[in-house]
């Protein structure tokens, strides 16, 4: 299990994943657009069907208040029948309950008013939250709404006015919740913004939805301008909750390996969509396509500052991640949040980070998280489903992390918990790897990275790590025969290759390692044992955290990684590869350039430790007169053949 329940049912331990992330998650419908649809769905003419509806508290609440104002709704799974109203909802007999959902309160409020009268309530929590504006709008159209915070009741609907003026600088909430509702005002509504509006994704999502059920929105200078004329039922599939999707594919960061989430493309209208970006620039490899989002993580992150104005929910899950990087992170455009959400989650965020032992700081629009490890402490959520979900991460990769009240995720994904279970379940403990060896010149580098892309896999140029040991070495004096020297180099650099880039302690070396000296001194340098055990380590730890890889060089499917998945031989007559790299270095000696290659595979091939062979197990590719389209073309179908075909394969 990911979690174990304590004595106390209220809390939660959470269990470090033992390997590497390796999973393809489907997550339920988005709550955001479950919630319009069934607002927009309600009040059209006819029936329309909901597919991919994903059920909890916030979704409940919803359909409790539409049915109460007129609406019928039939329930098959994940599918929802909604005989709409036609934009005649009735008064509720009762109080309408809004419970714990800030989109119900804000969504429904505005049909009190269609109807003439009614009451919402709500919990406590959201009685906490700001409805100002929308009242403010509300009452400039005519309607008699007896105060601005819950419960409210509404006495009259809404007058002759087709006009008003909302402050959209607090929650977009209020803009959707009046967009929607206007298609079914007499005149329709001409609704000006003032100042900037928030969360202008959220909007956005709404406008669609309304068109896609047949409302007329036009955009302004001043804001949007809706036809009268009302909404026609129609079917529409619900999109993955892209707010949800965060937390698995954050924990493919953090932990790493890979997670995918299935039918969430990029087509998406969900703004939090854009968090895979996010992902993105802190190191994660990222990949949107149609219908699924996939990202490879390696547990290494990258400090950034991001503005989350555009995906304000992300903002809990964003602290986790700045608190696994190394670094200073911040997160701006957020300070509206700490008055419209479930808790003041900027506040919130640091004051469990600081509990942890993290240093983390409120500022003026957001939040400044330096990473490090980790203190064990029971974690408070503040009954705010996104603190527990995001605070949850950092336990599955340091012990330590309780969750107390655990129950407040059912808000939004009660299926989260399970998730957790399901990403532990399917995680590997060995990396999957493509091994490529071959001699100089070959193609090795050229052909994984192409490969790696390809398949959508870390590439790993083992090369570029000794390139890196040699020119350490060139740079301090030491001689090349002082071969204790040499190994203490090596152990002393911090050598990071991945990225397209190759550091060393922290300098871009990327082209200081391709020049012919540093080309003469790599192969005497691979060749000291010291040197290849500590980069060895090196290359096992980085698969292990990326689980799975195409990783190349002269001894990966032999030393290195002797059960690697796949293993290939890639290979090329000495007039061919000389050719090669005289293309590449411009030396014009074919020759010369010949006799160096040949040298080259002397010393690889007979060097006492690990030499250049192939393994018994390897394919043999020669690419003497191939294209490189071609030699791409066999390895990618032999790695995908074998992968296929062996146990737990991960092939796409």
Known sequence: MTHEKATDTSIVHIRPIDGTLDSVVRLPGSKSLVNRALIIAALAEGESRLSGVGWSDDIEAMTGCVTALG????????????????????????SLDARMSGTTARFVLPLLGLAGAGTLTAHPQMQARPMAPLVDAMRQLGSAVSTDVLPIEVTSGFGNADRCVIDAGVSSQ??????????????GLRLDLHGDAVSQPYIDMTVSLMRA???????????????????????????????????????????????????????????????????????????????????????????????????????????????????????????????????????????????????????????????????RVAVETYEDHRMAMSLALLGLVEPGIDVVDPGCADKTFPGFWDLLDQLRAEARTTPLVLAIDGPAGSGKSTVAAAVADRLHLPHLDTGAMYRSVALAVLRSGVSIDNHAAVTAAAERSDIRVGGGRVLVDGEDVS????????????SPVAAIHGVRAILADQQRSWARRRGAAVIEGRDIGTAIFPDATCKIFLTASVEERARRRAAETGDVDLDDMMQRIAERDRIDSTREHDPLVQADDAMLLDSTGMTIDGVIDQVADHWERVVDDGPGGMSR
């Open 71 to 94: 609406a019928t709704i039939r329930v098959d799974g994940d599918v929802a029948q909604i005989e709409g109203t036609a934009g005649r909802v009735r008064r509720p007999e009762q």
């Open 511 to 522: 082209v200081a390692i391709r020049t012919p000296e540093v080309t003469s001194a790599v």
């Open 174 to 187: 209020f803009i959707s919740a009046l967009l929607m509702v206007a298609p079914c005002l007499d005149d």
């Open 213 to 375: 059920f047949g409302a007329g929105v036009a955009k302004t200078p001043e804001g949007f301008d809706v036809a009268p004329g009302g909404y026609r039922g129609g079917n529409h599939l619900i999109e993955p909750d892209a707010s949800t999707a965060t937390y698995p594919l954050a924990a493919a960061a953090i932990v790493g390996g890979r997670v995918v989430v299935d039918g969430l493309g990029h087509d998406s209208i969900q703004g939090d969509a854009g968090f895979a970006d996010v992902l993105r620039s802190m190191g994660a490899r990222v990949w949107v396509d149609a219908d699924r989002t996939e990202v490879r993580g390696s547990g290494i992150l990258r400090p950034i500052d991001v503005n989350l104005g555009d995906m304000s929910d992300t903002a809990p899950t964003f602290a986790a991640l700045a608190a696994r990087a190394d670094g200073e992170s911040r997160a701006t455009g957020i300070g509206f949040i700490r008055t419209t959400k479930e808790s003041d989650r900027v506040a919130a965020s640091v004051t469990e980070l600081r509990r942890l032992g993290i240093d983390a700081e409120v500022e003026e629009d957001g939040y400044r998280v330096t990473g490090g490890p980790h203190e």
